[in-house]
């Protein structure tokens, strides 16, 4: 079973870049793709990256393409995503999601193990 925990939300002022962190336990991380979803006050999750098991593959929203970066590093099990030109509407708490496959989704319904999520605030 897949346990996944993140780290390295905090507040930060638009313009301030953040990097966020998820460690993954149990499985094959390397076979695993994995992604970040967000969920701001109100509203519903949204997908913000994802990457696939070797990296080779990326996704982004439309919202943050440019912004914010995802990598992974298999021999450490380790999930990052890079948030650049931070503004106030990517306040949000931010999980990250693996699936079993290698293959990289968009869609939430893809992914099996979530994180409990890491809060996101950025002032104007």
């Known amino acids: 079973q897949v346990a996944l925990k993140e780290s390295g939300g905090g507040l930060v002022q638009a313009g301030d870049s953040l990097r966020l962190s998820c460690v993954a336990s149990?499985?094959?991380?390397?076979?695993?793709?994995m992604a970040w979803f967000r969920q701001a006050p109100g509203k519903k999750r949204n997908f913000v990256a994802a990457?696939?098991?070797?990296?080779?593959?990326?996704n982004y929203a439309d919202s943050v393409k440019g912004r914010f970066t995802i990598s992974r590093d298999n021999d450490k099990n380790m999930l990052y995503l890079q948030m650049n030109s931070l503004k106030s509407e990517d306040t949000a708490v931010y999980y990250c999601?693996?699936?079993?496959?290698?293959?990289?989704?968009?869609?939430?319904?893809?992914?099996?193990?979530w994180g409990q999520g890491t809060q996101v605030t950025v002032s104007s």
């Open positions: 990457i696939s098991g070797t990296s080779i593959m990326t």
């Open positions: 149990g499985g094959t991380f390397s076979s695993s793709a």
């Open positions: 999601a693996s699936r079993s496959g290698a293959i990289q989704y968009i869609s939430e319904n893809q992914y099996s193990a």
